[in-house]
């Protein structure tokens, strides 16, 4: 298995070598000339910045975007507006002028949020290096590992049954570590997935992999149940681990 804080350390590294190489397309279009390029940017990095840095989310996100704004002026014009080509003017109806450098701010607010991706670096680290933290990773890769040789030997639902264990600890860990706190005595995958979203931690994609990934583990845990298919207990365990690496 891959270290989980090797492969984060990578992704937003080259999130950050991304994110300067957008800057070096265009001193006086950064961002227009590649909006696309941008947007799964900072997509990638949003998540990032959603795990590792909560605290500065609403800070990244309005570097982007202020939802609730009373007037667009040189504080609260943003990133999105200057991808959609909203300039701000001043001046009589056939004589007008830009109110402000609308490239010099974007490229401002821009070099923001690379510094937030950037400075993320630090929590990797007070996350993944705690040795309470590395203990728990190493045994819940031995628990994937001991799931993928019961998928191998054909003992599907006991593989299932062992990668759910895994997912639901670490989703109350992932609770814990963000202080979600759930009001009931033995919570589910369920629970803690939708007490996740709910507190805006996981994103809408992240929140339906793990909907999909609890609906396969009880076909394995519930006899009730139709039988899952060995497809689906590979998902399962696929699935969990990409969450036990990248959701923390």
């Known amino acids: 298995m891959k270290n989980s804080k090797d492969s984060i350390k990578k992704e937003l590294n080259d999130l950050v070598k991304e994110g300067s190489s957008l800057l070096e397309c265009s001193e006086e279009s950064t961002l227009k000339r590649s909006p696309t390029r941008y947007q799964q940017w900072y997509t990638k990095s949003l998540n990032l910045v959603r795990q590792l840095l909560p605290d500065r989310i609403k800070e990244f996100e309005e570097l982007y975007q202020i939802e609730k704004r009373k007037e667009i002026n040189i504080t609260t014009y943003g990133i999105s507006d200057y991808l959609l080509g909203l300039r701000v003017t001043q001046g009589r109806k056939n004589s007008s002028w830009d109110a402000f450098d609308h490239e010099g701010i974007i490229v401002r607010k821009f070099l923001q949020q690379l510094s937030i991706l950037t400075s993320a670096n630090t929590r990797i680290d007070s996350l993944l290096s705690d040795v309470k933290g590395v203990l728990r990773a190493d045994l819940f890769d031995n628990e994937i590992d001991a799931a993928e040789s019961l998928l191998k030997a054909k003992h599907l639902r006991a593989a299932g049954a062992v990668a759910g264990v895994v997912l639901e600890s670490h989703l109350a860990e992932v609770c814990n570590n963000h202080g979600v706190k759930l009001k009931k005595k033995n919570p589910t995958i369920d629970n803690y997935n939708q007490a996740l979203k709910d507190n805006e931690i996981l994103d809408l994609p992240n929140w339906r992999q ?20 060995h497809d689906e207990v590979e998902e399962l365990i696929n699935g969990v681990n990409k969450v036990i690496k990248t959701i923390f």
């Open 210 to 229: 793990i909907q999909r990934l609890g609906d396969i583990r009880n076909y394995c845990s519930h006899k009730k149940e139709r039988d899952p298919t």
